[in-house]
């Protein structure tokens, strides 16, 4: 088994500050082989990169600095009719100066979410902060999941203040180079692009399949990736939620599909459950539903077989009505897990209950931490070494071999939790 340091898409030894970071975000980016304009010079990266560093440690009425910002001028954008569909482009009377405390000022009207600052750079008078592009918030979609990205951002030099010592550069929307507390991270490290985990729901995906050709006459295959990618959009719509809320949580999957909470009272307590009824079964529902149109709008469009980017690009008012209906199932699942505890489904996703708290007796001393998304290489650590949740994750694991569970720091920290090759194992989310 290797055992370096960390996993592959970060330099831990390398601990870096801003000027010797825009020399490597420069080299990323001119390594990108997409159409993009003249990459600016080290200086002007380093300095903007300075100011944000320097900003996201700051805090405006109590909260944390977040927002994005792009080094392009008025002129670089196509004014359209504004959100969802183009952009709506602000200019200020007066360029605003480009510090810390201006960035920190500014932050709360260029929300992280709809908007992004306009920055331009003048090699005599330095940058200058020029206005606010309100982009709206389609581009979540691109890390989210859902239907829709949004228009293009121009392909110029972009950064998002992620955190305190977290800046993640992009061109446009291609990611370049992340700063975490002075370490690098190149690729992210996404345990959804894994080829473990869609074999956790295999049989829940061949049982709506099962059941749409139940009921449908005619129409498109809907492709079994679909199924994956509306899913995996849901989680990570709620991921995301937890994270901004800072309070942390735990999503517990468990592998019945009609689980017994007396037959896993010594594992499991569940302070909040449900009486199993249809309603805890309306993400399978909604599933199908979508399934179902998607099959009958993807025939009249003259396609065999439907897929992923067909539900994203497909204009029609019911699919649209039933992503709404799955945004708000993820708000749904993001609001229980804000309560102390676990929230527990099944693999079908049917709500069992929330506030669970993990029992077990089956100590677990160690884990290990993966280092590719298949587990293949890994590296073992103290369990003691995480906090109470976590530890809590790893002896449900155990106990339950066959569940899978995904939890949520304060601060915003997700791993994966899965007993894989006879160990416990994590997976850090790094999207």
Same mark, same amino acid.
């Given at each position: 088994?290797?055992?370096?340091?960390?996993?592959?898409?970060?330099?831990?030894?390398?601990?870096?500050?801003?000027?010797?970071?825009?020399?490597?975000?420069?080299?990323?980016?001119?390594?990108?082989?997409?159409?993009?304009?003249?990459?600016?010079?080290?200086?002007?990266?380093?300095?903007?990169?300075?100011?944000?560093?320097?900003?996201?440690?700051?805090?405006?009425?109590?909260?944390?600095?977040?927002?994005?910002?792009?080094?392009?001028?008025?002129?670089?954008?196509?004014?359209?009719?504004?959100?969802?569909?183009?952009?709506?482009?602000?200019?200020?009377?007066?360029?605003?100066?480009?510090?810390?405390?201006?960035?920190?000022?500014?932050?709360?009207?260029?929300?992280?979410?709809?908007?992004?600052?306009?920055?331009?750079?003048?090699?005599?008078?330095?940058?200058?902060?020029?206005?606010?592009?309100?982009?709206?918030?389609?581009?979540?979609?691109?890390?989210?999941?859902?239907?829709?990205?949004?228009?293009?951002?121009?392909?110029?030099?972009?950064?998002?203040?992620?955190?305190?010592?977290?800046?993640? &550069?992009?061109?446009?929307?291609?990611?370049?180079?992340?700063?975490?507390?002075?370490?690098?991270?190149?690729?992210?490290?996404?345990?959804?692009?894994?080829?473990?985990?869609?074999?956790?729901?295999?049989?829940?995906?061949?049982?709506?399949?099962?059941?749409?050709?139940?009921?449908?006459?005619?129409?498109?295959?809907?492709?079994?990736?679909?199924?994956?990618?509306?899913?995996?959009?849901?989680?990570?719509?709620?991921?995301?939620?937890?994270?901004?809320?800072?309070?942390?949580?735990?999503?517990?999957?468990?592998?019945?599909?009609?689980?017994?909470?007396?037959?896993?009272?010594?594992?499991?307590?569940?302070?909040?459950?449900?009486?199993?009824?249809?309603?805890?079964?309306?993400?399978?529902?909604?599933?199908?539903?979508?399934?179902?149109?998607?099959?009958?709008?993807?025939?009249?469009?003259?396609? &065999?077989?439907?897929?992923?980017?067909?539900?994203? &690009?497909?204009?029609?008012?019911?699919?649209?009505?039933?992503?709404?209906?799955?945004?708000?199932?993820?708000?749904?699942?993001?609001?229980?897990?804000?309560?102390?505890?676990?929230?527990?489904?099944?693999?079908?996703?049917?709500?069992?209950?929330?506030?669970?708290?993990?029992?077990?007796?089956?100590?677990?001393?160690?884990?290990?931490?993966?280092?590719?998304?298949?587990?293949?290489?890994?590296?073992?650590?103290?369990?003691?070494?995480?906090? &109470?949740?976590?530890?809590?994750?790893?002896?449900?694991?155990?106990?339950?071999?066959?569940?899978?569970?995904?939890?949520?720091?304060?601060?915003?920290?997700?791993?994966?939790?899965?007993?894989?090759?006879?160990?416990?194992?994590?997976?850090?989310?790094?999207?």
């Amino acid at each position: 088994m290797n055992s370096p340091a960390s996993p592959p898409d970060s330099e831990p030894d390398a601990i870096v500050y801003p000027p010797e970071f825009a020399q490597r975000v420069v080299a990323a980016w001119a390594a990108l082989e997409i159409p993009h304009v003249e990459i600016p010079s080290v200086a002007c990266i380093a300095r903007t990169l300075d100011v944000l560093y320097q900003a996201s440690f700051l805090q405006e009425e109590g909260e944390a600095v977040r927002c994005r910002l792009i080094l392009a001028d008025p002129s670089d954008w196509k004014q359209g009719e504004g959100p969802p569909t183009g952009f709506h482009v602000l200019r200020f009377a007066e360029s605003r100066a480009f510090t810390p405390q201006e960035i920190r000022k500014l932050a709360p009207a260029a929300s992280f979410y709809r908007s992004i600052l306009g920055v331009h750079y003048d090699a005599e008078k330095g940058v200058s902060i020029w206005g606010i592009v309100e982009t709206g918030t389609r581009w979540v979609n691109r890390v989210d999941g859902g239907r829709f990205d949004g228009a293009p951002l121009p392909p110029h030099f972009v950064v998002h203040i992620l955190g305190p010592g977290r800046l993640l &550069t992009a061109c446009g929307y291609h990611r370049l180079l992340e700063l975490d507390s002075g370490k690098i991270i190149r690729t992210g490290f996404d345990p959804f692009k894994a080829g473990w985990l869609p074999q956790h729901f295999r049989p829940v995906r061949q049982w709506l399949q099962d059941r749409l050709a139940e009921t449908r006459l005619e129409g498109a295959n809907v492709e079994d990736c679909f199924i994956r990618m509306m899913a995996q959009s849901v989680v990570r719509r709620t991921l995301s939620l937890v994270r901004g809320r800072g309070h942390g949580g735990m999503l517990i999957y468990l592998p019945q599909e009609k689980p017994n909470l007396d037959e896993l009272s010594k594992v499991l307590r569940v302070r909040c459950p449900f009486e199993s009824r249809p309603s805890t079964e309306h993400f399978s529902e909604l599933m199908l539903r979508a399934m179902s149109r998607l099959s009958l709008v993807g025939h009249r469009h003259g396609l &065999t077989s439907v897929k992923w980017e067909n539900y994203q &690009t497909i204009d029609d008012p019911v699919l649209s009505e039933i992503d709404e209906s799955f945004v708000e199932f993820a708000h749904l699942l993001a609001d229980m897990m804000s309560v102390d505890g676990a929230l527990v489904l099944t693999k079908r996703f049917e709500l069992v209950g929330f506030g669970g708290e993990v029992l077990g007796e089956k100590p677990v001393t160690r884990v290990f931490r993966a280092l590719d998304l298949e587990g293949v290489s890994s590296i073992p650590e103290m369990a003691d070494s995480s906090g &109470t949740r976590h530890q809590s994750a790893y002896r449900f694991a155990s106990e339950v071999p066959e569940s899978l569970l995904i939890v949520i720091s304060q601060d915003g920290a997700v791993r994966f939790v899965a007993a894989r090759n006879g160990q416990i194992m994590y997976w850090p989310y790094l999207p």
